[in-house]
């Protein structure tokens, strides 16, 4: 499912124009963007929760020749499933 589809099923299913349906979708994800931007946590009851963690420094090879290359520490976003969004699958 892409974010037109997710438009399209919003707004059949609550009743609303296609344009509400994207202006209520783009919120909802500038708000996750937002909080997790600032380090904070976004949990949807029922679906899972979001979260800003940091991926340590660490070592690697280049492929091509071998030599062993610094990888520098960053963020990623890790995605909790809840156990009924499990059990359902």
């Avoid at 202006?23 to 899972?48: D, M, P």
């Avoid at 090879?61 to 156990?83: C, L, Q, Y």
Wanted: charged share 30%; hydrophobic share 35%.
């Amino acid at each position: 499912m892409n974010k037109k589809e997710t438009i399209t099923r919003m707004s059949r299913e609550a009743g609303i124009t296609a344009l509400q349906a994207a202006k209520a979708l783009s919120s909802l994800l500038e708000g996750v963007k937002g909080t997790l931007k600032k380090g904070g946590k976004v949990t949807f009851s029922g679906f899972g929760s979001f979260e800003v963690k940091q991926r340590r420094a660490r070592k690697g090879r280049n492929p091509k020749t071998g030599a062993e290359v610094a990888i520098p520490p960053k963020n990623r976003v890790k995605f909790n499933p809840s156990k009924s969004l499990k059990n359902s699958l």
